[in-house]
T-cell receptor, first 115, second 112 residues
Framework: DVKVTQSSRYLVKRTGEKVFLECVQD?????MFWYRQDPGLGLRLIYF???????EKGDIPEGYSVSREKKERFSLILESASTNQTSMYLC??????????????FGPGTRLTVT | GENVEQHPSTLSVQEGDSAVIKCTYS??????FPWYKQELGKRPQLIID?????GEKKDQRIAVTLNKTAKHFSLHITETQPEDSAVYFC???????????FGGGTRVLVKP
């Protein structure tokens, strides 16, 4: 059973703070993704990674960076949090097998509030 | 890049009736179209998916149809039950890689 975990379910930060969101998956998946979810906008891709130390920008990367030092861990970093980054953040992973893409497995989400 | 439009944004049906959600995509190279269900307070979970070499796929009360020419695909839920109440997201794979582009979501309410 695939398990994707995120470091916090709820987080409250102040404007200007540096924020780290951590995601860990236990299925040896090559692909990992960070999304933000806002009402009416669906899930929007921030960054993704196909391999360790590899990252690619998604559709809304501004204000974010990522780090993938180990295969199972993918971190999202808000260098200087702003109120417009208040949102639900979802991490996902999927296998990198040939013939893909394949199902993405999501973590429980982190609801971040920036005040 | 890929763009996915999803309609309607909300859908209210009587228990036992059918529900249909429609999505259109822009990139003709997209080849994978999953549907995710997200119950209140929970993570999205895959309920059904279809690849571009298939026109229709069914799993019990859920079916997905794909029209590659028109670039749209639909989710059909028959004999709806209260536990079908959730937000449903469609997605398309785009031209390359393993990433997905999601639609805006449809909130489905099944009234007993």
């Amino acid at each position: 059973d695939v398990k994707v975990t995120q470091s916090s379910r709820y987080l409250v930060k102040r404007t200007g703070e540096k924020v780290f969101l951590e995601c860990v998956q236990d299925m040896d998946h090559e692909n990992m993704f960070w999304y933000r979810q806002d009402p009416g906008l669906g899930l929007r891709l921030i960054y993704f990674s196909y391999d360790v130390k590899m990252k690619e920008k998604g559709d809304i990367p501004e204000g974010y960076s990522v780090s993938r030092e180990k295969k199972e861990r993918f971190s999202l970093i808000l260098e200087s949090a702003s109120t417009n980054q208040t949102s639900m953040y979802l991490c996902a992973s999927s296998p990198g097998l040939a013939g893909g893409p394949y199902e993405q497995y999501f973590g429980p989400g982190t609801r971040l509030t920036v005040t | 890049g890929e763009n996915v439009e999803q309609h309607p944004s909300t859908l209210s049906v009587q228990e036992g009736d059918s529900a249909v959600i429609k999505c259109t995509y822009s990139d003709s190279a997209s080849n994978y179209f999953p549907w995710y269900k997200q119950e209140l307070g929970k993570r999205p979970q895959l309920i059904i998916d279809i690849r571009s070499n298939v026109g229709e796929k069914k799993d019990q009360r859920i079916a997905v149809t794909l029209n590659k020419t028109a670039k749209h695909f639909s989710l059909h839920i028959t004999e709806t039950q209260p536990e079908d109440s959730a937000v449903y997201f469609c997605a398309a794979s785009g031209a390359a890689g393993n990433k997905l582009t999601f639609g805006g979501g449809t909130r489905v309410l099944v009234k007993p």
